[in-house]
């Protein structure tokens, strides 16, 4: 099959080629290497095909679409933080880019979309597990357009052929995501500071949890997403079901590296929230997605991937 990855060269979207690739599919990427990295792709540039531009580009998508069978659309503006400093580009990029890559889609007669939604659209909600029938309640202009994306998606479905299909994804982690910036997903940012030897600062008690998924779970979600019979343009939740406390966090990276990890204690982020937990049982039901990796071994992985890296990877 043919498939098109957005955002490819990015820190999931680079796994999921990885695993198409494996599988035997043909792949093209759309990337404009905002936070994608050209590293991300460098072990197998030869087996792709790419396509260096913007999802905001309506004349780049279809270009990008053609000929494709299927599309995953992780291209976004990730960042929460970034997206209350940038209002309207998060909108034009993930909202906009999203109405773009449904209609080229639609266009080059693909079959099946599964754009990367986020646990974000649930807001702070207090019962736990999270369903997707809970109320979404979106708290920062990144959830909103997540939320707009997934309204997309659904009436997509009403186009002769294309079927869609959103997936929330909760708080993944692995090899290749960035820890560079303050707001990096606080595993790449413990285990940069393990290796480099500091202290971990943690934002509030740490007895605050989430429910962390590893990233080869994540990308075959997005495989029996691509496989399953019609969705209708239905919100999955990707996670694991359970979840883990900074606290525990810090103590299981300090068994890895062998050594007690220290502690900062800062005040907690305004808007954070307390825990997060997914409701899996859709997931289960509509795709068979059961998730394969323990927490531990997880990081053990991630750990050891980040250890690899050159030392600028290691600073921040
Ligand atoms: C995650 C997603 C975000 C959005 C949100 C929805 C990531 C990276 N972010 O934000 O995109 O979907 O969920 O709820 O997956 N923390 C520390 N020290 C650090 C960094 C973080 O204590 O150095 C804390 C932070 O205050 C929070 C927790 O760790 O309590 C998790 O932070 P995060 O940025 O990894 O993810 P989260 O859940 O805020």
Known sequence: MNVLVTGGAGFIG?????????????????????????????????????VEGDVRDLATVER???????????????S???????????RDVNAGGAANVLHAAREAGARRVVIASSCAVYGDARALPLGESAPP????????????????CRAACAAK???????????????????SSEYSGVIARFMQAAIAGRGCTVYGDGRQSRDFVFVSDVVRANLLALDAAALGGVAINVGTGT?????????????????????AFAAARVGDIRHSQADIARARKL??????????????????????????????
């Open 14 to 50: 680079s796994h999921l080629v990885d695993a198409l690739l494996a599988r035997g599919d043909a792949v093209r990427v759309l990337d404009n290497f905002s936070t994608g990295t050209r590293t991300n792709l460098a072990h197998c540039a030869a087996q792709i095909e790419l």
């Open 64 to 78: 990008a679409a053609q000929g494709c069978h299927a599309v995953l659309h992780e291209a976004a503006i990730v």
């Open 80 to 90: 929460v933080a970034e997206s209350f400093m940038r209002p309207e580009e998060t």
């Open 137 to 152: 309640a979106p708290l920062s202009p990144y959830a909103e357009t997540k939320l707009a994306a997934e309204d997309q």
């Open 161 to 179: 052929g294309l079927d869609t299909v959103a997936l929330r994804y909760f708080n993944v982690f692995g090899p290749r995501q960035d820890p």
């Open 243 to 263: 979840r883990t406390s900074l606290l525990h966090i810090i103590h299981r990276l300090g068994n890895l590296v062998g050594k007690e990890i220290a502690a």
């Open 287 to 316: 795709l068979g997605y059961e998730p394969a990796v323990a927490f531990g071994d997880g990081l053990a992985v991630t750990l050891e991937w980040y250890r690899q890296q050159p030392k600028a990877r290691g600073r921040g």
